[in-house]
């Protein structure tokens, strides 16, 4: 009773906590943020250009369309009157951002969500988010929501092969795993390959389950309801780029990869820099939300189920190399690793809505100790990270962060004169590779 007792109170004091730092976040982003607009100009039209131009596509191709994937068609059509389009923007990602809590209410009950809810609003609120990437043109955080919204329900699947009949979840999996290709097909490779680590991890269960006619039946049932939206939403970025390109193949991502793709050793310091660097590196970015939500959910007796866990990892760590092979591996202009925002929102998403009523576990002391030693160092620093956030002047810091360094301000002189001669060739030059090492050493101050 006791014990009980005490989980209620922490429960209780994790809500209060959520909501606090909520209402701070959302205060402060509001009367603060400065509107990061990234590739919002680039996109902002495809929706009236591609309409204006559907008279074009017997001739092969319809011109004048960003790069961008089919979701960025689609925000575009939300957003298609120009007045206040920033803020709908921002409404439209927050509202966004709240729907995996719409998914644990409606497939897991009130229960789940009470415990669980707290853990993930603290950790949205405790990051970066609010002041960086609600009032943006950025999309990787509806990218990531729905991402992990699929990789969470197909876990709960995986572990419970009693909501095969659920209609519930069955509906998120089919809506999450059509939208979440959309904003970016690779995506969808990344978690195929977390897909294949999970049945190679419980391959054992695997074979249990195929070796019996209702596991198999239900093997079978969970691929198809699993692969077909996906499948089906590759097809049609397929055939948005066949509008675009003439060809099923994101035609400008492929000759910007093969004109700017760096060496392997300058894609090691990219690595490196990525996961370490103190300028929102992925260690510094997200340690300290993702322990604030698993503090509060093991204080409110709930855990994410492994499975979930397994498949979001694989495809944060897959996304993290792939990066480093990308010209920009923070993004360009953003407030810390922007590419990486997607993985690792997605794995807290994921956690959130698989999580499952924790049992009594007893851990070995020696590697909890040994854990908690080396978190504290991180931890403090990701705190830090965070705290810069919200307390610098948020223009002041973002500049700062990309522009501060003598080797970045050589490279913006450079930007209007040597890049347009030589384009895209010019992300591969010492002077941008300079700049780029400059940022990820830099240490934000507030």
């Known amino acids: 009773m006791s014990a009980s007792t ?3 109170r922490w429960h209780i004091a994790c809500w209060s906590f959520a909501l606090v730092a909520s209402a701070i976040a959302l205060w402060s982003a509001c009367s603060r943020a400065v509107f990061n607009g990234v590739d919002l100009a680039a996109w902002q039209n495809d929706w009236s250009t591609l309409i204006g131009c559907f008279h074009s596509v017997a001739n ?3 011109e004048g369309v960003s790069k961008f994937p089919v979701a960025y068609l689609l925000n575009s059509a939300l957003l298609a009157p120009e007045a206040m389009r920033g803020l709908r923007l921002a409404l439209l990602t927050t509202g966004v951002l709240l729907l995996p809590l719409l998914c644990v209410l409606a497939g897991a009950g009130k229960a789940i969500l009470l415990r669980g809810g707290a853990g993930y609003l603290a950790a949205l609120a405790l990051s970066p988010l609010p002041m960086f990437y609600l009032y943006s043109g950025a999309l990787e955080v509806q990218a990531a929501v729905f991402c992990g919204i699929y990789i969470g329900t197909l876990a709960r699947f995986w572990s419970d092969p009693a909501l095969d009949g659920s ?8 809506i999450s795993g059509l939208l979440f290709p959309l904003y970016k097909d690779t995506i969808a490779v990344f978690v195929c390959v977390g897909i294949l680590m999970l049945a190679t991890i419980y391959r054992r269960r695997l074979r249990e389950l195929w070796g019996n006619a209702s596991g198999r039946s239900g093997l079978i049932r969970l691929t198809f309801h699993a692969a077909i939206p996906v499948l089906v939403a590759m097809a049609i970025s397929a055939l948005y780029s066949q509008l675009k390109y003439g060809v099923p193949l994101p035609l400008a991502y ?4 093969r004109e700017t793709t760096p060496s392997l050793t300058i894609s090691a310091e990219f690595l490196l820099g990525s996961l370490l660097s103190p300028n929102g590196g992925v260690l510094i970015f997200w340690s300290f939300p993702l322990f604030v939500a698993l ?7 709930v855990m994410p189920r492994a499975p979930a866990l397994v498949v979001a990892g694989s495809a944060a760590a897959l996304s993290c190399l792939a990066f480093a092979r990308w010209w920009a591996p923070f993004g360009w202009d953003s407030w810390g690793d922007r590419l990486m925002l997607q993985p690792m929102l997605s794995l807290l998403v994921a956690m959130l809505i698989c999580q499952r009523t924790a049992g009594e576990t007893v851990a070995r002391r020696g590697a909890t100790a040994f854990a908690r030693w080396v978190c504290v160092p991180v931890v403090a620093c990701s705190a830090y990270y965070i705290a810069v956030s919200y307390i610098a002047p948020t223009g ?3 500049s700062a962060s990309l522009w501060q360094g003598p080797s970045c301000q050589r490279m ?3 930007m209007s004169t040597e890049a347009v ?3 895209l060739a010019f992300w591969k030059t010492d002077r941008y590779y300079q700049c780029a090492r400059e940022r990820m050493l830099h240490i934000p101050r507030i």
């Open 6 to 8: 005490d989980r209620g």
């Open 60 to 62: 092969g191709r319809c």
């Open 167 to 174: 209609l519930v979840w069955l509906a998120i999996l089919w």
């Open 254 to 257: 492929i000759q910007e990869s």
């Open 295 to 301: 503090l509060c959910w093991r204080l409110s007796g």
């Open 396 to 398: 002041q810091a973002l």
């Open 412 to 414: 913006q002189r450079a």
């Open 421 to 423: 001669a030589v384009g």
